[in-house]
């Protein structure tokens, strides 16, 4: 039983690599029921159980699985088969983690420390969904469920107990702040939101706090558009009147969950031919990205995505960083109390699976004696008795003292070493 990530995220893939492989809420849901055990044809091959991580800046793939190797090649099978792209294009994006390697990192993605924004929060309700998500589906069990739970459990711990997302800053507000650089005063500036989520809704909000009064929220469901703009008094307007609304606009922010672009040459040459001086600042903080980059030989338009938000982090980052040594130490207690959980369960089994070969050998044994004695009933019970006996006097030190090293931190090799001498794992070559 081994836990395996693999992923990849904006440390290691551009952007134009990891839109290829975002997951929509109906792909997302598709994909976890080929982790679904109680599903065999649809299940993959060496997997157990799994959960899929997937935001704007990364995608990861946690999975219980008995041979690594095998399931790695079924996981970036499955990735190519809902994201399209062979393997050979984004493989080389990729990292592997397995065991405790696997178990820190996700604790420390809980954490806020590998986001882009060192202590954003938005990552500890993005693990929530994700755990949420596979358990909807069937693909979360006992061990996924209880280190989504130890992750999620260490995120609020750094939130409460260190300072690391005081003063949030989100992609969205980083956002805010690139265009308060750029732009200077912003009272008096038309802002175009496209998108009424939960991302878009944070850029507003940082947004307005640097002094924008005048929005406009475009986005395909009007009633949501109304709702967000209502909340902070703009207004909404129709996806079709999305060239009357650009027009208008001195910023447009793109934030919405659609599989393609949004804004293009074709939209976007005819509001700039009505307003050729005037410049218009997009940024575009979707995955997959909303605007295409060819928009930028249009004459006085402006943009970023959210790679370019990247770079705009550093001056933000140093009253957090002074928190990571403490953020480090409420991981390491969280993992250490995961991984022993995960030992006790390693040698229960284990010891009932050396019990069972024990026993085994016993009634074979017996059997055997029976066969070549005469023996009456009382006779038979007295000897099974004296075997039993004996059969748990051999395994009582072994197996307190397997409980002791797991306590102690120790559990993972003895627990090996035990299952390799008695051939626990069906190896029958080995005999």
Same mark, same amino acid.
Request: proline fraction near 4%.
């Given at each position: 039983m081994n836990i395996l990530l693999i992923g990849l995220s904006h440390k290691t893939a551009p952007v134009e690599i990891r839109e290829r492989l975002a997951f929509t809420p109906v792909m997302l849901r598709s994909a976890l029921t080929h982790f679904d055990h109680t599903h065999s044809q649809a299940h993959l091959e060496d997997v157990r159980e799994g959960v899929i991580l997937s935001t704007c800046n990364r995608l990861e793939i946690y999975a219980l699985v008995d041979d690594p190797k095998i399931a790695s090649e079924a996981i970036i099978n499955l990735l190519s088969r809902f994201g399209n792209p062979p393997p050979q294009l984004f493989s080389k994006y990729l990292y592997t983690y397995h065991n405790e390697e696997a178990i820190y990192h996700l604790l420390r993605v809980a954490a806020g420390l590998d986001s882009l924004v060192v202590g954003e929060p938005q990552i500890l309700g993005q693990i929530t969904e994700a755990y949420e998500a596979a358990l909807s589906q069937g693909a979360a069990g006992t061990v996924l469920s209880a280190l989504f739970r130890a992750a999620i459990h260490t995120g609020k711990r750094v939130r409460t107990e260190t300072g690391i997302s005081v003063n949030p800053a989100s992609i969205s507000s980083v956002a805010a702040r690139l265009i308060e650089e750029l732009l200077g005063d912003l009272s008096q500036r038309q802002v175009l939101l496209i998108g009424a989520g939960e991302i878009g809704g944070i850029?507003?909000?940082?947004?307005?706090?640097?002094?924008?009064?005048?929005?406009?929220?475009?986005?395909?469901?009007?009633?949501?558009?109304?709702?967000?703009?209502?909340?902070? %008094?703009?207004?909404?307007?129709? !996806?079709?009147? &999305?060239?009357?609304? $650009?027009? /208008?606009?001195?910023?447009?922010? *793109?934030?919405?969950?659609?599989?393609?672009?949004?804004?293009?040459?074709?939209?976007?040459?005819?509001?700039?031919?009505?307003?050729?001086?005037?410049?218009?600042?997009?940024?575009?903080?979707?995955?997959?990205?909303?605007?295409?980059?060819?928009?930028?030989?249009?004459?006085?338009?402006?943009?970023?995505?959210?790679?370019?938000?990247?770079?705009?982090?550093?001056?933000?980052?140093?009253?957090?960083?002074?928190?990571?040594?403490?953020?480090?130490?409420?991981?390491?207690?969280?993992?250490?109390?995961?991984?022993?959980?995960?030992?006790?369960?390693?040698?229960?089994?284990?010891?009932?699976?050396?019990?069972?070969?024990?026993?085994?050998?016993?009634? %074979?044994?017996?059997?055997?004696? !029976?066969?070549? &004695?005469?023996?009456? $009933?009382? /006779?038979?019970?007295?000897?099974? *008795?004296?075997?039993?006996?004996?059969?748990?006097?051999?395994?009582?030190?072994?197996?307190?003292?397997?409980?002791?090293e797991v306590a102690n931190g120790n559990g993972a090799s003895y627990i090996s070493a035990v299952r390799h001498l008695f051939l626990l794992d069906g190896d029958e070559n080995q005999q």
């Open positions: 850029a507003l909000r940082a947004l307005i706090k640097r002094g924008v009064a005048r929005i406009t929220v475009a986005n395909r469901t009007y009633k949501h558009a109304e709702q967000l703009a209502s909340a902070w %008094g703009g207004r909404a307007t129709a !996806f079709q009147q &999305l060239t009357e609304a $650009a027009s /208008e606009a001195d910023i447009i922010i *793109t934030a919405t969950g659609a599989p393609h672009t949004i804004l293009n040459r074709e939209l976007l040459e005819p509001v700039m031919a009505i307003r050729p001086t005037r410049p218009l600042f997009i940024i575009d903080i979707a995955v997959p990205r909303n605007v295409d980059p060819n928009v930028t030989e249009i004459p006085n338009i402006y943009l970023r995505d959210i790679d370019d938000l990247q770079s705009q982090t550093t001056n933000n980052l140093r009253a957090r960083e002074a928190e990571i040594p403490r953020v480090e130490l409420i991981i390491a207690e969280e993992a250490a109390q995961f991984l022993k959980w995960l030992s006790s369960l390693d040698v229960v089994s284990t010891i009932t699976a050396l019990r069972q070969q024990i026993e085994q050998v016993r009634q %074979g044994e017996l059997e055997r004696l !029976f066969n070549r &004695l005469n023996l009456d $009933a009382r /006779e038979r019970a007295m000897v099974a *008795t004296m075997s039993h006996r004996l059969a748990n006097k051999f395994l009582h030190r072994p197996t307190l003292s397997l409980k002791n």
